[in-house]
Each structure stands twice: as C-alpha cells, then as structure tokens.
C-alpha cells in the first residue's frame, strides 16, 4: 500500500543528534512504562507466540468443514462464532496471523534489504551521478500507488502470498531509501564524522559505527508502521482475491467471505477485521512510542507532561 | 512571478519527462519480462493457434526495445491498444470509468482535510488536553481500520440495518445530486477517514514544531494574543508540509479506489483494474497503471510548486525535495 | 616563548573554492536551470609558517574562510590548490593510506563539542579509537593511557562510562581535548575551541590549553574570532579577511599597534574594559562583510576601507609586504621595509597625500601621487 | 518605574523542582539602562521571561512574587491586560536573529503587525510608512524596497536591527534584550551596541541580558551579577569594575581576557550548580577562595552598603554591620 510512502514523504525525519538524557538502560525502561506500548507489546507478543504454536494453541482444525455448526453465534465452545463452512472462527483467524506476520515481517525485512544500502549508498556518495539516478529511480517507483503495483505484479507472477509479500516489497523500498538517504545526508555534515576521520578512523568503521547506528532512528520507527501497512495491504489483496487463495485462512480473505451474510452473522466479518484493527494499532503505538524513545526532541515535552 | 520561482518551476518541470520516462520503462517491463511476455498466461483458456494470432497482434515476437518503441508511438497516438478480452480500445474503457474514480478519490480527500484541519488545530492548540487525547484516539482508530473493513460495516449498518442508503449502485450515477451523494457518500466515508486520521496527525505534529519556534515567542512579546498568534502565525507556517501530505494522499487514494469500487461495486477504473488483473488482459493493466502514475507524478508536482510558491525560503533557491 | 625555531608547519598560497552547480554539470545543469553564481573562493590565496610550540592566532569575521582554512590544511576537506609542508615534507600529494598515519601527529579541536563527539558512544570508547586506530596495546595499557588522558584535561575518571550529552560544555570540550592529544601529535588546530562556553569555563579551558602546550611541546593554530581571547593567548597573530591574510605578526604589536585599516577597525570594535576607559572614536565599521560568492576587485576590504586610497585599491590586489618589525601588511598603504605607522595617524587617504606623512611613504618628499604608491608598490 | 520583588519561578521536573529564580528584588527607573549578568544557568533569561510573564509552562511564577510596573502589580493582570502591555510599553529583543523572525512574512508585515495591535496609527499605509523609517532608523539602507523583503533575504546583523526596530515600533518605556549581540560578529556586534546606545533615551530605558562583561561597561549604568537563580550583588557599573564587592563578580571579573590585559588569566575552578543540586548555605561556597565555615551554613541576604550597592556576602562590610541570619 503506498500508504507508506505518504507517511514516509511527512516522515522524513531530519535525524538531530540526541543530546537529551538517553541511555540503552533507560530505553527499555521508557518503551515499557509507556502505557499504550506496553499494551501493544504485550499484545504482538501473545499474537507471534501463537501465530508460531498455531496448530498446538488453535482449538479446531480451520480448514476442515463442519457443516452442522455452520453459522453459529458466538459461544463458549465457539467463543468468534464459526462460519458458512462451520469452521471456527477463533482456529482461522490464528492460523491467518501466520500468513500476516510473514507477510509483514517478508514485505519490510525485503524492503530494508534493497531500500536502505541504496539509501545510504546514495546519501554518503552525494553529491554525485549515481546519487541522482538512485533517487530519482525511487521517484518513478513512489509514483505506484502502492495496491495498483502489487495488483500489476500479482497478475503476472500469478495470486500467491509470496507474490504479495514481493509486490508489496517493492513499493515499501522508495520509503526506506529515502530516509536512509535523508540521514545520512545530515549526519554526514555533522562534524563528529570528521573528527573520526581526523583521528584516523577508517572509512568502514566510520559507516558501522557513526552512519548506521545514528540513522537507525528514524528507520526502526518507519519499519514498524510499514509493517502494520503490509498487513493492511495483504489483507486487501486477499479480499480482492488476489493474495491467498482459499481454503488457506487469511484475515482479509474471512472478511470477503463474511461480506454476504452481514445481516444475520456478522461475527464472520467482524473478528477478522477488529483483529487487523488490533494488530494496526498495537504496530502504531509501539512505533509511536519508539519514535519518542528514539527521538529526543519529543521525549522533553513528553517527560513534563 | 519573480525569477527564482520560475527558475524553481523549470527545474521542477525539466525533472518530470526524466521520471516519468522511468514509470514507463518499469510498466513496460513488469508486464513483458515476466516468463516470456503476457500472452502465455491467458494459454491455459486458448488452444495454440489464437495464441500465435494474439502473439503476432501484439507485437510479442518482436524483441523487447522494438515493442516499447511501438507501445510509445500508440501512446504517441493517443491511443491505449485494445483490450485481449473485451475487444474495445482501452482508451473508451477508462474514459468511461475514469470520472468514477476521480470523484471518490477527490471527495475523500476534500473529507479528510475537511476533518483534519479542526482536529489537527484543537488538537496542537489544546494539547495534552481531553480534546487532544480524543483526536488522537480517533485518529489512531482510524489510521488502523482496513478501509474495505469499514466499507463493509458501512454497508451492514446503513445499507441493510438502516436501509438508507443503496447497497449497489445505480446504472448513471451522475444524473441526480441526491442519487449521487446517496450512491457515494458511504465509499468517500470509507476512504476518507484513514486519510484524515493521517493527516490530522501530521498538522498536530507540524504545528508542534512550529510552536516550538523562537519567532512564535517573539510574536507574543510583541503582544499578539495567543489566539492570533495560533491562527496566523503557528497554524499558516504549519500548513506547509501539510499541502505536500494532502497532494500524496490524493495519490494514495487513487490507489484505494481499487478496493474500495470493489466493496461498494463501483464502475470505476479500480474495479476495471481488478478484472483486468484477473483476465490477465495486460493491454488494460498496462495503461491503468500509467494513468495511476502519472496522476500521481502530477499531484506530487503540483504539491511542490504549491510548496515553492508558498514558502519563500524555498523560491529563494534550494531543493525543493 | 618561541625562538624563531624551523617552522613545524609551512602554508604556501593555499586556496578552496566551493563550486555552488549541483552534481550534473554541463548541459543538464543549464537544462535544469541550475543557478552557478561564480564558485564561493572560501580561501582565495593564504601563507603563513607555524612555528615550533608556537600558539599562531588566527581571527576574523565568519564568512573570512578561518575555519575552512583549518579543515584543509588538515585535508579534512581537500583544498582546491596551493601547498602545506609539515617538517618540510608536502602533505598535499600524498596518498589517503600516508595521509592517514600523518594524522597523528596534526590534530583538530573542534568549536561545538556536543557535535564533535558521536553521541552513541562513551567517552573511554571515544578515547580508546584513536589509540586503537593506530597502537596494538593490551587492555590494561589502554585503560591507564586513558585515565591519564582524562587526568591531563583535569576531568574525573569517573566521566569514562557516560555519555557525551551527560556532561557540561566544557566537559566536553575537555574530552574532545584529550581525543586530539591521545596520539601525541606536533601540531593541534584549534578551531574556535571556547566559543559560546561560560567567561569562566571558557577562561579554565585556556588554562587547561597552555598547560598542554608547555607539557607536550605542541604547536597551536588557535582560530577564534573574539579578539581579546586571540590577545591573550597567541604568540603571533594572523588577521583574516575574506580568505585573504590582511596582517600577520607578533601579537602584542599588532593589537597595539595594528597597521592594516580592518585590523584598526577590529580593535575599535574590542569591547571597553572599564566604563570610563575612553575610546577615540573612529568612525564605525560600515557595512555588511561582502559574500565570499562574489568577492569585490582589487583589495577585498576596499568597499569598506576608511583610508581608501582610489582606483588602486580597487583594481589592483595588495600583495603582502613585510615591515620593519616583521610583521607583513597586504595595504597599499606600506611598501617593503616601511616602519610601522603610529596608532594615532590616521590612514586615511586625504591625510597621507595632504602632508605626506613620512612613515607612510619615505621616497617621495611630496604627497605621493597615486602612481608613487602603486609603482612603489609593484616591487615588494 | 518597574519594581520585582521576592520573584521566584519554579519548573517542576522529574527529579524535583528547579527554581531558576529564586527570591529576586531589584528597581529599573525611567530611562535607567541596566544589566543583569549571569552565566548559563543562572536565571537571567526566567527573570526577564518572568517579567513579561512568558514563561512558558511547567514553569510557574510564585504566587508570593510581585512586579509592579508603573505602580500596577503585573502578576493581577489577566493575559488580554498583559497582551496591551507586552511590545507596548515593555519590549523584547531576542538573542538569535537567524531564527526569530517569521520565515513566511515579509519584514514589514511583522513589524506592522504590531502597530496594527497596539493600535499605533490609523491605517497600514501610515503603519508601513512609519515601519520604513524604523528600518531607517536602525540603519537599513534603502528601507522603502527592503521592507518587502523576507527575512531569509536580510543578513545576521540586519535581522538584529529589524528586530530592535520591532521592539521600538510601539514606543516602549523598557526594552529588555537578551544577549542580543551574542549571535553576531565582532564589528556588527558594535554597530549594534552603538544603535542600541542611540535608540535608549531618558524616556526608553534597557535592561541588558548578556553572559559576560563584554556590553556592560559600553552600554549600562547599573549591573545585577546573577549566581544559581540568585543576584549575588548590585551596582553602579563603575564601581563594580573598580572594586567588586562579591567574590564571584571579582572572579568573573579576572577570567574575562578582555578585561585582564596581559597573560594573567583567572580560573573559578568547579562549575555553576544547575537544577535542584543546590550547595547549602551561599551558594558559591564550595568555588569561593575566601569561603569561611558560615558561608556553607548561612545563605546571605542582599545587605546595602553606605554607598548604595547591594551585596550577598557575609564577608562584606555590608553584612559585618549586621549579624548573619542563622
């Protein structure tokens, strides 16, 4: 979804150097005090312990039909209610998680792998040719709405959740290489980058150790809500019908499914949605959370609060 | 228009033929690389001699540069091709729908910022009060609800619970206002509000930071109240890099029409996109995404000039990106 | 404190400019409409020799090219041409790998601490890498390396596991310090080491600064652009003026007694020292400093010279000429081997050519044309 | 004309309550140019804020603080009151003039902005005319096109100029301006102490807020030396110069180079307490040399000298004459 790459255009955050009270020690400490991350966090761990022991954890088989059950309202054997096929609606949307973690966690972890060397190649060799080519390439690649470019890639590698993680990679890689660009841009100026050199500091080191961990920011903070956007975007792929296929269980696909028998059942619709609603929000408070964490500049006026 | 604006106009202006040169290389690409080119993909549904028919129609035993030459002397033409499955020139097929789409796209975005620019205000003005908490709880929700998923609530509560409003669309949609507010006031909903919780965040944080300025504390030495220097002063200043937002999430929502013409069964040109994804009728998907593109390339564009024209900073020279 | 010992360091017409077009050049660049204003001439021509455990002050307003002059003698940015000799060898050819193992005997301090020193790292970390850039020492001998460091900056070593952004200006200040004298360099570049620091703090580090430099017999280049700090802790003195050297020579005569007219007008403008101290008052500078974009023809200071002579100080640039008591002077208003004029005469034009003052120009008994003076001048 | 009292401003923090301003009394009259002089941390800047009640929040004015202006108590005043007073009567210049004025408006917008609050003339025409010979006035050549100039088309030192300008725009009784040459070069550094030395008459007075001596002995009659939220002592200017009463002014005195001629540079060994790690007693005992065994125990009151200074040390003769507060 190019969602992110218009959170990510307002994203541009120009990395200022901390120089407010920050210390490893104090950063663990800050996420989980924060109320809203602690939440969120607790929550995607519970969702990954068991999206992993999925066929331990779920109670029923979520593909086997079982007809006599079909449509039966939320009850404490069926605690989401089961579907038209009578499948248990609580086992689905388990298994469903998988295929969104491995989306999400496919989408940004490939976005990162191509985006951020582009955007730090590009950043530290500026000003120069290979610089404008890179970037401007970025350019052409943001002008994809980002659901338009997966449908493109999806109709021709053909409807799969892998091709979904692909396409929506690809329109994740602008976002993550601008701002790698970005930051290094400023850090490059900043002069503790020549005073590295200066004392003699070789060329790589000064990436690993000055470059990189001071544009992780900014980049930790994007690959959290570009998360939460591949499992929106996986979703609406699938209620398209274009991302998984059934009987396999995906959290977009149950919605599809559920669209016709709103009136009477709407618990087949309902579950699989407020799920993605919870696992979106969770994803963008934490990443809220880490931005200010991560981010001084806010942290004085969060700490007054 | 002083020299440094034009000057900015025509560096902005010469970069575009250069990008969008690029957008049709990758268009052209995705479709033809693939495993030998589109046509083989429809083989399972056509014997072997309309599949050389086809193959020959449309160029595809010709090497690639000389296929792209001649899809740009059609585009030169004006003309898009004709589509594999409906036999109609795809030029007539997105004119057809195009207005669809571009309604959506442009009410949901006339929504968002109609939202957004209260919420955003209060919620910097009156920070960290109950207000600013409710915006932001609001906003959250909102970032985080797929759009098909409201869509489909929409639709359960309004079109079948409540029965006011119709759940498929009409034949015409444009013939009546109230026909068309009716037919696409719950899709504008559905699209809006994700793009209004975006940008309302981003005017918050945008006038945050300008709050935060030394001139905003000079201005109340000066003695202007609070409530002039928050309209003029703060929220003017914070609008900037709210307008780039707004043009790109008018981008976005092109994008979003796919889905979300497909919930309400919408004739627009997502939903032609959809099929035609589904058909593999490449001719179609080729040039819709064009069009996504260059819209696209269009509203980032005007975002920047808006920018420059705005921001003297910006016209006195210096990159706009 | 100096002996006129050999020069540990030898500047020789060093000059950058910084070209404004963007990366493409050429024809793209006219395409896109790109506006190269003529390139900025940062430094445009500087000379001077640093001799051993000498503090060399250098001062002059921001935009004068003082800092950038810094960076590339240390070729921490590349200048554009001209030659730099440490120990009499040429650092401007050598190769990155020699340039590398030369650093450690030429080091810089920087003006903003908190932006010299990587924020994500400790202070022994930041004292530990340019040892470990160039030494193999076992863990021990770096640690007692590193306490003793932080002993000659007088810091705690309690300071060793905290963060840059945890400790006061001058703290840091005191480790960006002891980073650059790890290595035991010859030669330290200071650039505006104490400004924007406390009277007080300020006034500690200069201390903490002598102190090193009688302990490691350091040559200084002190860059600053408040006067009365250069005053109180250079040997000699080199006044810059839009990349261009306007006076260089023994500090207590030229803030005694300077003889270039922006020299004068930068005394004018130190602050009084007592309220009731007077000041003559000599006409106030006027002006803004030109941009070093397009800097003006001739002598750079002339659109704001009070003792402006005429077409000659427009047309034609002053090369430097050396006076009697060794200082040199690049003014039209001195030949080769002039003594130094008083402070009270004024150098304004009219004066000279009225009565002829005879410091100004020995040979010509009546005023001097302004031929005299140009023709005077063409051999110095 | 202005009178502060026992001001005390607090900024409540994580790790306890900071006060910047800790019980501060001092008299500015018409037309009087003063200085407060103070390091980083000292309060100067929160005194002038606290004034012009600016402080922005969690800092909080102490309710039992009073300054009165021309007789009215300000801290009574409701904010609309305050908005009449503030760029009126009491004017503000700033430090940094790269960043306090409004990218987006062009000089002569900002400064009409303000008459036009301060209903100062009719119309904007008069506005923009009176605003062109302000900018004339501080120097800025060919004002009637510049003023429709932005900012980022002026230099460092010409923004300092609109910026005093602004200040004078609405006639004020009291400029407060806080270290405003700081952020300049040495020559325009003088020319706008010179502009300042010209604008300042017997009816607009300056309370100066700078860091070092530097302005003080060029532009003010009176100085105020602030240590860790609290004036340590108060003068006529030459007489401080001539015999500092406090340890820490003669201190500060001796590390300023342009003070000291020759290489005899002074150094205050320590640092200035910040935040709530206030030493017991005075305040300066642990870097004083001349501290005594009281000194860590008794915290000085401001005691007047027979020739009118003011002093907070118990070594002075100030306080000999009256017995320390236990």
């Known amino acids: 979804m190019s969602f992110a790459n218009s959170l990510e255009k307002s994203g541009d955050v120009v990395v200022r150097l901390p120089f407010v009270e920050r210390r490893h020690l104090r950063l663990v400490r800050e996420l989980l005090t924060e109320r809203k991350a602690a939440v969120s966090f607790v929550f995607l761990a519970l969702l990954v312990f068991s999206a992993v022991f999925a066929p331990v954890i779920a109670p029923y088989d979520p593909t086997e039909p079982n007809y006599e059950e079909s449509y039966a309202s939320p009850s404490v054997d069926h605690p989401f209610g089961t579907d038209s096929f009578g499948r248990d609606i609580l086992s689905r949307i388990i298994f469903a998680a998988r295929i969104s973690l491995y989306v999400g966690l496919g989408s940004v972890g490939f976005a990162m792998l191509v985006g951020i060397p582009m955007g730090l190649f590009a950043g530290y060799a500026s000003p120069s040719r290979a610089e404008t080519v890179i970037m401007r390439l970025m350019d052409a690649l943001l002008a994809f709405p980002g659901i338009v470019l997966a449908l493109t890639l999806v109709s021709i590698l053909g409807s799969s959740v892998t091709n979904v993680v692909i396409a929506l990679a690809v329109g994740y890689v602008p976002g993550f290489a601008r701002i790698a660009h970005g930051a290094t841009l400023s850090l490059k100026e900043e002069e503790f980058i020549m005073s590295a050199k200066a004392v003699g500091t070789p060329t790589r080191t000064i990436v690993s150790r000055y470059l990189l961990p001071n544009a992780a920011a900014p980049l930790i903070v994007q690959a959290t809500l570009v998360f939460a956007f591949a499992i929106l975007g996986e979703a609406g792929l699938s209620f398209l019908g274009v991302g998984a296929q059934p009987p396999t269980p995906s959290l977009g696909l149950m919605i599809l499914s559920g669209k016709d028998y709103l009136s009477q059942s709407i618990w087949i619709s309902l579950f699989p949605g407020l799920t993605i609603m919870a696992i979106v929000l969770s994803l963008n408070f934490l990443g809220d959370a880490l931005r200010d964490v991560l981010d001084p500049k806010q942290e004085t006026d969060r700490r007054i609060q | 228009m002083d020299s440094e604006l034009r000057n900015y106009v025509v560096r902005r202006t010469l970069q575009i033929p250069v990008v969008l040169f690029l957008v049709s290389v990758i268009v052209f690409g995705v479709i033809h690389l693939p495993r030998g080119g589109p046509v083989e993909l429809i083989a399972g549904r056509a014997t072997d001699a309309i599949i050389a028919d086809l193959r020959d129609q449309y160029h595809l035993n010709e090497p690639l540069y000389v296929q792209y030459v001649l899809w740009l002397e059609q585009l030169a033409r004006g003309s898009l091709g004709t589509s594999i499955i409906a036999r109609q020139p795809v030029t007539s097929m997105i004119a057809s729908r195009l207005p669809v789409t571009l309604f959506l796209a442009f009410s949901s975005s006339v929504l968002a910022v109609l939202i957004a620019i209260p919420a955003g205000y209060i919620s910097a003005v009156e920070q960290y009060s109950w207000k600013d908490h409710l915006a932001t709880i609001l906003a959250f929700v909102g970032l985080s609800i797929p759009n098909f998923f409201l869509g489909v609530l929409l639709i359960t509560v309004f079109g079948v619970k409540l029965g006011w409003l119709p759940i498929t669309a009409g034949s015409d949609l444009f013939s009546g206002l109230r026909q068309t507010v009716e037919v696409f006031l719950m899709p504008t909903i559905a699209l809006g509000t994700a793009m209004s919780a975006q940008t309302t965040r981003i005017l918050r944080s945008s006038m945050l930071d300008v709050f935060s300025e030394n001139y905003v504390q000079v201005a109340r030495a000066k003695g202007l109240p609070q409530k002039v220097v928050n309209r003029s002063i703060v929220f003017k200043n914070a609008l900037i890099p709210v307008i780039t937002v707004v043009a790109l999430q008018t981008g976005y929502a092109l994008g979003a029409t796919v889905i979300i013409e497909e919930v309400f069964a919408l004739p627009g040109l997502g939903r032609l996109m959809v099929r035609s994804v589904l058909q593999r009728d490449f001719p179609v998907v080729q040039s819709i995404v064009l069009f996504y593109a260059i819209a696209y390339l269009l509203l980032n564009f005007t975002a920047d000039i808006l920018y420059g024209v705005i921001d003297p900073r910006i016209r006195y020279g210096g990159e706009a990106t | 404190m100096s002996d006129s010992s050999a020069p540990v360091l030898e500047v020789r017409d060093l000059k950058k400019h910084f070209s404004t077009g963007s990366a493409t050049t050429g024809l793209l660049s006219r395409l896109l409409g790109d506006s190269n204003a003529g390139p900025v001439k940062a430094v445009d021509g500087v000379s001077f020799d640093l001799l051993e455990n000498e503090t060399l002050g250098v001062v002059g307003e921001s935009g004068c090219g003082k800092s950038t002059m810094g960076k590339s003698i240390l070729r921490l940015i590349e200048p554009t041409s001209g030659e730099v000799r440490y120990d009499g060898e040429s650092l401007t050819e050598l190769p990155d790998r020699e340039m590398r193992d030369r650093r450690q005997n030429l080091q810089l301090i920087f003006q903003d601490p908190g932006s010299s020193l990587n924020p994500r790292m400790k202070v022994k970390h930041l004292l530990r890498e340019p040892l470990t850039n160039f030494r193999s020492l076992s863990r021990e001998e770096l640690d007692r390396q590193i306490d003793e460091l932080l002993g000659q900056v007088d810091l705690p070593t309690t300071v060793k596991d905290r963060y840059p952004h945890e400790l006061s200006g001058g703290q840091q200040q005191r480790v960006v310090i002891a980073r650059a004298i790890a290595l035991d360099p010859e030669v330290i570049v200071a650039d505006e080491p104490v400004t924007g620091l406390d009277v007080s703090v300020q006034s500690n580090i200069l201390a903490t600064l002598a102190d090193i430099q009688k302990e490691l017999d350091l040559s200084l280049l002190f860059i600053a652009h408040d006067l009365a700090v250069i005053r109180h802790i250079s040997d000699r003195v080199m006044v810059l003026y839009l990349g261009h050297v306007a006076e260089l020579g023994d500090s207590e005569a030229v803030f005694s007694n300077p003889q270039h007219p922006y020299t004068r007008m930068l005394k004018q403008s130190i602050p009084r020292s007592h309220p009731e101290q007077s000041k003559d008052e000599v006409e106030a500078a006027t002006g803004e400093p030109p941009s070093p974009s397009n800097p003006p023809s001739g002598c750079p200071f002339h659109p704001r010279c009070p003792a402006h002579i005429g077409d000659v100080c427009e047309e034609e640039y002053p090369e430097a000429v050396e006076l009697t008591d060794g200082r040199t002077v690049a003014c039209h208003h001195f030949e080769a081997g002039d003594e130094p004029v008083p402070e009270d005469v004024d150098l304004s034009a009219e004066e000279t050519a009225a009565d002829g003052g005879p410091a100004v120009d020995s040979s010509a008994d009546s005023g001097p044309s302004v031929a005299d003076v140009a023709e005077g001048n063409a051999d110095g | ?326």
Request: charged share 25%; net charge negative.
């Open chain 4, 1 to 326: 004309m202005l009178e502060v009292r026992n001001l005390t401003t607090e900024f409540p923090t994580e790790d306890g309550v900071v006060t910047a301003v800790d019980d501060v009394s001092f008299d500015i009259d018409r037309g009087e140019r003063t200085a407060i002089v103070g390091e980083s941390g000292a309060g100067k800047s929160v005194t002038g804020l606290s004034i012009l009640q600016l402080v922005e929040s969690p800092g909080v004015v102490a309710p039992d603080s009073s300054v009165r202006w021309k007789g009215e108590e300000l801290l009574d005043k409701t904010e609309a009151e305050m908005t009449e007073i503030r760029g009126n009567e009491i004017a503000w210049v700033p430090q940094d003039p790269l960043s306090s004025l409004n990218p987006m408006k062009t000089v002569g917008e900002q400064l009409v902005e303000t008459m036009r609050h301060h209903e100062y003339e009719l119309i904007d025409r008069e506005r923009y005319q009176r605003a062109a010979e302000l900018l004339e006035d501080v120097g800025i050549p060919d004002p009637h096109d510049r003023i429709h100039d932005y900012p980022h088309e002026y230099s460092g030192g010409m923004r300092q100029r609109v910026l005093i300008a602004m200040a004078l725009s609405c006639d004020p009784d009291l400029i407060i301006a806080d270290e405003p040459t700081t952020a300049l070069d040495v020559l325009t550094q003088s020319q706008i102490v010179d502009l300042l030395l010209r604008v300042t008459s017997e009816d607009t007075g300056l309370m100066l807020i700078t860091h070092g001596f530097g302005l003080v002995a060029e532009l003010c009659r009176t100085v105020m030396v602030m240590y860790a939220g609290e004036v340590v002592e108060n003068s006529d200017v030459v007489s401080l110069f001539d015999d500092p009463l406090h340890p820490y002014t003669q201190e500060l005195l001796e590390c300023s180079p342009h003070i000291v001629q020759g290489s005899g540079l002074n150094t205050i060994p320590g640092s200035m307490p910040i935040g709530s790690d206030r030493p017991s007693g005075c305040r300066f005992h642990p870097r004083c040399p001349e501290a005594i065994d009281d000194c860590s125990q008794v915290d000085p009151e401001l005691a007047r000298t027979d020739d009118g200074r003011d002093v907070a040390c118990l070594l002075s003769d100030a306080h000999e004459a009256t017995p320390p507060r236990q």
